[in-house]
């Protein structure tokens, strides 16, 4: 399954939808991935959260159905899930500029949030520095968060765990299981765990483990015997690791033989000076070979 094609799905599915409720799980399916996993590369790919995306592709529509003059503010309210006129004013008032009465009395300069269409472009050869790794399970000691099943995830909930966890000595102690000749080196990691079925998306930040006594707070985390696709990155983060994400999945993916096996992606930090133009990490894919068919498919 190429994962641009599940993402097209997904937005059609939208689309389908705009005048019901949204289960993100719901939609997450439709790219046959998880909710956490396809928000995350929704907002990379498509420069919008998933939610920014619906409520503007829902004020459109009803930015165009007051300004035809037949329906009333308060019908379209409900229509685009708000459960109240004040509330659908200021939504709409944000968004376009001007009130729903004011549109209703003709005044009808609008904003127009267009329906996302994405295609492949291949507009010239480039270079992407990857290396392919099998490697055995191997486990992690980690403090693990988990964000609601259900709930919209942004990079924000990432970032505030990652903020979380230097301020309380989080960081500090997982430095001190590093041990010389591990798979990570001095490495501190985060990891993001992906599961279909699950309604509760898991992230966890850790290093890895070789023994020791657990510190209360902290878990073992078995990481299973994958593939692993890993990718260079240099940059000032969050910036540099946005862009190496928008290319492995609109660039690598799709011309490559492999593509993801479970959404498992690794982020390896072998420091915290990330606001460096030369800070340098990784991020590991586990991946599988795509079958001939999808590995050939052709639009």
Known sequence: M?????????????????????????????????????????????????????????????????????????????KYGYTSPESFCRAFTKFHGITPSQVKSGASTLRSFSRISLKLIIEGGTMMDYRIEKHESFKLIARRARYGGGAQISQKNIQSTWAACAQDGTLEKLGGYIKPGNIFGDAIVGVCFDNPNAGDFDYAIGAAYTGGEVTEGLTI???????????????AMPEAFETLMKKI???????????????????????????????YCELWFSVKEKSLEGQYKTK
């Open 221 to 235: 985390e078995e990481i299973p015997e994958n593939t692993w696709a890993i990718f260079p990155c240099t940059g």
């Open 2 to 78: 190429q994962w641009m094609e599940g993402l097209q799905r997904a937005v059609d599915f939208i689309e389908d939808h705009l005048e019901e409720d949204m289960d993100y799980e719901e939609i997450a399916k439709q790219a046959y991935s998880s909710s956490f996993h396809f928000q995350r590369v929704f907002h990379i790919i498509c420069g919008c959260s998933v939610g920014e995306y619906i409520r503007g592709r829902r004020l459109t529509r009803a930015g165009s159905e007051l300004i035809s003059g037949g329906e009333r503010v308060i019908d379209v309210a409900m």
């Open 249 to 279: 999945y609109t660039e690598f993916f799709p011309a490559s033989k492999y593509e993801p096996s479970n959404g498992m992606c690794i982020e390896v930090y072998p420091g915290n000076e990330t606001d460096r133009k030369d800070f």
